[in-house]
């Protein structure tokens, strides 16, 4: 069996003469947190909408739980919890009494089903408040504790920290957390903000205007925010040949056929210079970097950084 709980091979939605998701090909794995980052448009919603077969698929495929959607939706769908825009909460109930209303509605969930959500949350069971009365906050987290009702094992939630303070976001990335370390949750997030996706997620799928530019682990887009040197060279091979015999230099990555990034800056780059050039390698370059993260979205996405 595959390795993802959800994998998407070439979707692609098309609205009238326009795409808005093409050739995507996502790869969420089993017990980690895959956030999906892109600006206002780029086509997260559509994109989760498909794999919850909330719209239709123009082309391409959504494998969930290693089994094709279509024709699996009975058996896979009742595994699933989701957020998707607001949830139609009745506003003259209490949080209690809505979700007791949603569980009964799904039939599957057991009998400490809403206790135990609303516990996860951090709201009350059994509390007087109206929804109608509820903070945008308090909202948020009923819609959280209804997805996970049924204890699905994974989690598809759509931008769950919109338009919240930042206390109310350091709140919800605790739940978010909590589920996926302490209740093994597999989750796809979606959010237009980078800094919440680097502090949250596991693994990072960068999406703009509909085309997955990036798909990484967090560990492996952290380094791009970290200090390198950048070493162009004549002879890549030859170079690091030298760097790793000579200077025992293995933290390195190559950047392209004629440039090395070394993450190690305490390194004596005026002895490697020399050595490289005794060795018939010209060094054309070498230069201290310091990217951060925001630089870097920046220069994939073409213009103007993500939050
Ligand atoms: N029903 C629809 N009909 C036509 N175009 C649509 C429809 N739904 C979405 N779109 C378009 O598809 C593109 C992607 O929209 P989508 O809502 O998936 O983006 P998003 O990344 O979720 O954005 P946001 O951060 O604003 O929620 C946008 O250009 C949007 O206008
Ligand atoms: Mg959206």
Known sequence: MSDYLIETKQLTKIYGDQTVVRDVNLHVKKGRIY?????????????MK??????????????VFGHNIKGHEKSIYPRIGAII??????PNL?????LEIFARLRGTAGPNAVKN???????????KKLFSKYSLGMKQRLGIANAILHDPELLVLDEPTNGLDPIGIAEMRGFIKHLSTECGKTILISSHILSEIALLADDIGIIDHGVLLEESTMKTLEKKNRKYILLRVSDIS????????????SDFDMYDDHTLCLYDTSLDMAAINKALVMHDVSVISSQLCNDTLEDYFKRITGGEGIA
């Open 35 to 47: 956030g999906l980052l892109g600006r206002n448009g780029a086509g997260k919603t559509t994109i």
């Open 85 to 90: 825009e607001t949830p139609g909460f009745y």
């Open 94 to 98: 209490t949080g209690t009494e809505n």
């Open 238 to 249: 030859k170079a690091m040949l030298i760097l790793e015999q000579k200077f025992r230099v």
């Open 50 to 63: 498909m794999i919850l077969g909330l719209t239709s698929i123009t082309v391409g495929e959504v494998d």
């Open 117 to 127: 959500a609303l516990e996860v949350v951090g709201l009350p069971y059994k509390d």
